[in-house]
């Protein structure tokens, strides 16, 4: 079982940055492919990026490639989205998750979940 709590969202204007931080608990996090959802009012969750368990590698959503950036610290259990020239359509609620056995693009892979972290971004 791992247990999983985001922080760091909030408002931000547009241009702006944020950082986003997953804290893990439970078992092992380092052997867990780690990733980034977010869902919008009204629109299904959708896959933002994922890091492999060793940092060896990394993948982003077309819409978010250049501008995010996903990280992790195996020391300190917990992983991090860095956002930067933030849009309106950004505007979500995050969600970090955990995969026993990979570190995919689709969110029902995963197994387990965060509650959670809301991100605005007014224009």
């Known amino acids: 079982q791992v247990q999983l709590v985001e922080s760091g969202g909030g408002l931000v204007q547009a241009g702006g940055s944020l950082r986003l931080s997953c804290a893990a608990s439970?078992?092992?996090?380092?052997?867990?492919?780690m990733g980034w959802f977010r869902q919008a009012p009204g629109k299904e969750r959708e896959f933002v990026a994922a890091?492999?368990?060793?940092?060896?590698?990394?993948r982003y959503a077309d819409s978010v490639k250049g501008r995010f950036t996903i990280s992790r610290d195996n020391a300190k259990n917990t992983v991090y989205l860095q956002m930067n020239s933030l849009k309106p359509e950004d505007t979500a609620v995050y969600y970090c998750?955990?995969?026993?056995?990979?570190?995919?693009?689709?969110?029902?892979?995963?197994?387990?979940w965060g509650q959670g972290t809301q991100v605005t971004v007014s224009s």
């Open positions: 998750a955990a995969d026993r056995n990979g570190w995919g693009s689709n969110y029902r892979t995963y197994d387990y």
């Open positions: 439970g078992r092992p996090f380092s052997t867990y492919g």
């Open positions: 890091i492999v368990w060793d940092t060896s590698n990394t």
